[in-house]
Structures are given as structure tokens and as C-alpha cells.
């Protein structure tokens, strides 16, 4: 076995790590450990104990891969936006367009509650440290016009068709492309996050 397969899962525990912060809300940190160690007290009684001291572990285990994995978002879908403006489109084509960097992170703690008075809620903050919303950024190329375009978006989760049904985890809300092209600075707005919230509201993952 090669040095690379033996230390591939390094870099999923520096996802945990980075991401920690996510799984300190109160029931990882104090009800799933708690119930273990409650029902441990029974362990030798039954197996249906020995089931519920280590189903909360299972629990937290599946809480964090969750809660540390990447942002996977459509990037078919952030494409088709660029290409269907014209603005864009004249100077970055398909076949001659290319990725030179790229991020994109959760963001930390809780927005600003005049503009997501969604996130004020008790219930919702017991499971939760963060909104699952992201901010990142692409920066592209393209070989024929020699233009270079920073992307910066910002994502939120949003409702489905049923009230408690997610629709798009990475929906994005917020999208500005500013172009440089031989020394010549241009901004275009894809998405306005003003208009955006005043028809479309964050969802709340609660679990």
C-alpha cells in the first residue's frame, strides 16, 4: 500500500477539524452524550439498552459527516447563469473558458436579524450554530479574450414545493462577476441580495 492510500483520510479529518465549530450546539454536545451515558447505567440489564447507549454515538457521528462535508453545490447551474448573460458571454465562451481559483466556506455564527429575523428562533438554534449558508468565490479565465472574472456568490438553503421540504441547499442569492479586461474594470450583478430576499426566504434545517 502506497504512502497516499494509507493517509487518505487525513484530509477528511482536517474537514472535521476546520468545521468543528458547526456540531457545539447543545444536543451534540449535551443531550446525545448525556443519553448515552444515561442508558449505560443499564447496559447489562437488556439489549434494548445496550441499543440506545450507542445509538446516540451513531447519531453524532452521522450529525458531524454531515455537518463538515464540502459545500456541494450545481456548478451546471452557476455556469448556465453565466453563459446566458450577454454581458459575460461576449468574453467568456464555453470551450475557452477555465477555472483559476476557487473557495467556498459556511459562514460562521448567525446573520444579522433584521435582514434573516428567521434565524431568531429557540428551537432552531438548539440544533444549529450556523444558517448553512456560504460565501465563495470562482475566478476564471479565458484564453481567447484574455479577460479574467472574480465570481463572488453567497448561498442559503431555501423551501421546496412542501413546507418541510428543502428545495435547493446552495441556493444562490447573491452574485456579482467583476471583469478585467486589459486594465478596464467592470461589475455584473447576476443575482441582488436585496431583491432575492424579498421574494425568496432562507430554510431552516432544524435536524
Given at each position: 500500500?502506497?504512502?497516499?492510500?494509507?493517509?487518505?483520510w487525513v484530509p477528511a479529518l482536517r474537514c472535521w477539524?476546520?468545521?468543528?465549530?458547526?456540531?457545539?450546539?447543545?444536543?451534540?454536545?449535551?443531550?446525545?452524550?448525556?443519553?448515552?451515558?444515561?442508558?449505560?447505567?443499564?447496559?447489562?440489564?437488556?439489549?434494548?439498552?445496550?441499543?440506545?447507549?450507542?445509538?446516540?454515538?451513531?447519531?453524532?457521528?452521522?450529525?458531524?459527516?454531515?455537518?463538515?462535508?464540502?459545500?456541494?453545490?450545481?456548478?451546471?447551474?452557476?455556469?448556465?447563469?453565466?453563459?446566458?448573460?450577454?454581458?459575460?458571454?461576449?468574453?467568456?465562451?464555453?470551450?475557452?473558458?477555465?477555472?483559476?481559483?476557487?473557495?467556498?466556506?459556511?459562514?460562521?455564527?448567525?446573520?444579522?436579524?433584521?435582514?434573516?429575523?428567521?434565524?431568531?428562533?429557540?428551537?432552531?438554534?438548539?440544533?444549529?450554530?450556523?444558517?448553512?449558508?456560504?460565501?465563495?468565490?470562482?475566478?476564471?479565465?479565458?484564453?481567447?479574450?484574455?479577460?479574467?472574472?472574480?465570481?463572488?456568490?453567497?448561498?442559503?438553503?431555501?423551501?421546496?414545493?412542501?413546507?418541510?421540504?428543502?428545495?435547493?441547499?446552495?441556493?444562490?442569492?447573491?452574485?456579482?462577476?467583476?471583469?478585467?479586461?486589459?486594465?478596464?474594470?467592470?461589475?455584473?450583478?447576476?443575482?441582488?441580495?436585496?431583491?432575492?430576499?424579498?421574494?425568496?426566504?432562507?430554510f431552516l434545517f432544524l435536524f
Amino acid at each position: 500500500m502506497c504512502i497516499r492510500d494509507r493517509y487518505r483520510w487525513v484530509p477528511a479529518l482536517r474537514c472535521w477539524w476546520d468545521r468543528r465549530h458547526r456540531m457545539f450546539d447543545p444536543f451534540s454536545v449535551y443531550v446525545l452524550p448525556g443519553s448515552s451515558l444515561f442508558m449505560f447505567q443499564f447496559w447489562e440489564l437488556n439489549l434494548g439498552f445496550k441499543i440506545l447507549t450507542v445509538l446516540p454515538w451513531f447519531t453524532l457521528y452521522v450529525r458531524t459527516r454531515d455537518k463538515t462535508l464540502d459545500p456541494d453545490f450545481k456548478e451546471t447551474y452557476l455556469r448556465d447563469m453565466i453563459y446566458k448573460n450577454p454581458e459575460i458571454s461576449e468574453l467568456f465562451r464555453e470551450e475557452t473558458i477555465h477555472v483559476l481559483d476557487y473557495d467556498c466556506e459556511y459562514d460562521k455564527g448567525y446573520p444579522n436579524p433584521e435582514k434573516f429575523p428567521e434565524f431568531e428562533n429557540s428551537v432552531w438554534r438548539f440544533f444549529n450554530t450556523d444558517t448553512s449558508m456560504c460565501t465563495g468565490h470562482f475566478t476564471f479565465g479565458d484564453v481567447e479574450s484574455g479577460a479574467t472574472m472574480v465570481l463572488k456568490f453567497k448561498t442559503m438553503p431555501i423551501p421546496g414545493k412542501f413546507r418541510y421540504q428543502v428545495g435547493e441547499p446552495f441556493y444562490f442569492y447573491d452574485l456579482r462577476a467583476h471583469i478585467t479586461q486589459n486594465g478596464v474594470f467592470k461589475e455584473v450583478v447576476l443575482a441582488d441580495e436585496n431583491e432575492t430576499l424579498k421574494k425568496i426566504r432562507p430554510f431552516l434545517f432544524l435536524f
